[in-house]
């Protein structure tokens, strides 16, 4: 189910905690696994908290609390939209309104050509720069009027389309 290599990952993250506290690894386990299979099922879970010594549920609660863990497959990009109330108040709510009418998806759905997978998601920390987004979990767009997050789609779209 996870290679080797990611393994060796995992003994390396636990071998900075004393034994005792070895469950203190899990975010780096989990994100190790997640980059190898793309998401964290119950299985994953399940295999992630055998080699910590940790409770399934224990390791499932995390999975569950931070939006970078993947729970189910999800597409090439991943939008997470800020629709905390003060992104609200700034078009969070208008932005990811108008990304389902672009991309014909629903919250927590992915595109059928599998590029696209829209999420609303809790403070990105960037209120002053509403509407934000972050993409992939690692890139935050900021003051994402609808012809900036129209650009964003396409030049995606675009890239994807080149050889």
Known sequence: MISEESKARFAKEVAKYPP?????AVMACLTIA???LGY???ETERMVAEYLGMAPIA??????????YNQTPVGK???NVCTN???QLRDGGKAMAHLKQKLGVGNNQTTADGMF???ECECLGACADSPVMLVNDQTMCSFMSNDKL?????????????P
């Not at 005792?20 to 203190?24: I, P, R």
């Not at 390791?59 to 939006?67: D, G, P, Q």
């Open 20 to 24: 005792e506290q070895k469950q203190s």
């Open 34 to 36: 997640q980059k190898e």
């Open 40 to 42: 964290l099922g119950a």
């Open 117 to 119: 997978t829209l999420q």
């Open 59 to 68: 390791v499932h609660e995390v999975t569950s609390f931070y939006n970078m």
């Open 150 to 162: 129209d650009q964003l789609i396409d030049g995606l779209r675009n890239d994807e389309a080149k």
């Open 85 to 87: 109330l003060p992104c």
């Open 77 to 79: 990009y991943k939008l």
